[in-house]
């Protein structure tokens, strides 16, 4: 008897370890998609995005402050992949718009605004939901001003 609840939890955890992985790779072949260089920072942003907004936001207020003691090309990546591939979840919160808006430097503002309109240029961009196409046209808007 032992045995077979044994087996039950070594099925149930492995399944969940191989799912958790799988979600890993898919986000991280997500941001290799849209033309980023995967952080872990946004990653795991990326990966809680569909959890209750204060775990998300937590989470995206904590990376957004480590980001910012990183190197240039880390932040643009690291803003970059959540603009993009965050999108549902900032559509629904006007507190990580706010928190975004206020963490990005001037010169990673324009160095990411350039990455974005040339995003808008790509098949990764035509593939994306109406609500996010028109987010991401907002901010370049936003950060052009």
Do not use: C
């Given at each position: 008897?032992?045995?077979?609840?044994?087996?039950?939890?070594?099925?149930?955890?492995?399944?969940?370890?191989?799912?958790?992985?799988?979600?890993?790779?898919?986000?991280?072949?997500?941001?290799?998609?849209?033309?980023?260089?995967?952080?872990?920072?946004?990653?795991?942003?990326?990966?809680?995005?569909?959890?209750?907004?204060?775990?998300?936001?937590?989470m995206f207020y904590k990376e957004i402050h480590m980001?910012?003691?990183?190197?240039?090309?880390?932040?643009?990546?690291?803003?970059?992949?959540?603009?993009?591939?965050?999108?549902?979840?900032?559509?629904?919160?006007?507190?990580?718009?706010?928190?975004?808006?206020?963490?990005?430097?001037?010169?990673?503002?324009?160095?990411?605004?350039?990455?974005?309109?040339n995003f808008i240029k790509t098949e990764s961009y035509?593939?994306?939901?109406?609500?996010?196409?028109?987010?991401?046209?907002?901010?370049?808007?936003?950060?052009?001003?």
């Amino acid at each position: 008897m032992n045995h077979r609840i044994f087996y039950i939890f070594l099925s149930v955890f492995l399944f969940l370890v191989i799912y958790i992985l799988g979600y890993i790779g898919f986000v991280l072949s997500e941001i290799k998609a849209i033309g980023g260089s995967a952080q872990w920072g946004s990653v795991k942003v990326l990966l809680l995005q569909k959890a209750p907004d204060r775990i998300w936001i937590s989470m995206f207020y904590k990376e957004i402050h480590m980001i910012k003691e990183k190197k240039e090309s880390d932040r643009v990546d690291f803003y970059y992949s959540i603009i993009i591939l965050g999108g549902d979840a900032f559509i629904y919160d006007a507190e990580a718009e706010a928190i975004l808006y206020e963490y990005i430097n001037e010169n990673d503002k324009k160095i990411l605004l350039k990455k974005l309109k040339n995003f808008i240029k790509t098949e990764s961009y035509n593939k994306l939901s109406y609500e996010n196409k028109k987010l991401i046209n907002k901010r370049i808007t936003n950060f052009e001003k």
